[in-house]
């Protein structure tokens, strides 16, 4: 076998390997069309619903118009371990509004359906793997 054919292997194996793949994600519990709804994935739980978007795997922002109720997308990634935070920004300001504590005022979801006990959801509550067999994954934003 010749060294351009072992190369021309070793490049299809290795790319193969890193392709993106879709993840179906439903969010359900949207209960107006005002505004955004903004999606957030991260695979680490460092950066875990940091709002620097060099921290996100991805964000997706979807416009609420015709979102009422329930929506269903996919997102290409990897294949590996992510957690995902969503909230209806409802005044479409680019942010999650919240009190002077902290608590938001709008509604916000996470992966599992994770909840907070006095302060954010944990990465280890929220994560969930993405591969072959388990390729979609399903939440809810609620208003806390």
Excluded at 105 to 130: H, T
Aim: proline fraction near 3%; aromatic fraction near 10%.
């Amino acid at each position: 076998m010749t060294l351009k054919r072992m190369l021309l292997i070793a490049t299809t194996v290795f790319v193969g390997n890193v392709m993106a793949e879709p993840l179906t994600v439903t969010i359900d519990g949207i209960k107006s069309n005002q505004g955004n709804i903004v999606v957030q994935f991260y695979d680490n739980k460092k950066d875990w619903m940091e709002e620097d978007l060099e921290r996100m795997v991805h964000k997706k922002v979807l416009s609420a118009a015709d979102l009422q109720g329930t929506t269903t997308f996919d997102v290409e990634l990897n294949y590996g371990e992510y957690a995902i935070y969503v909230y209806h920004d409802k005044d479409a300001n680019g942010e999650l509004n919240s009190n002077w504590i902290g608590i938001p005022r709008e509604p916000v979801g996470c992966s599992n359906n994770a909840k907070g006990s006095m302060g954010p959801p944990k990465y280890k509550d929220a994560k969930f793997s993405f591969n072959a067999e388990q390729n979609s994954h399903s939440l809810t934003i609620v208003e806390l």
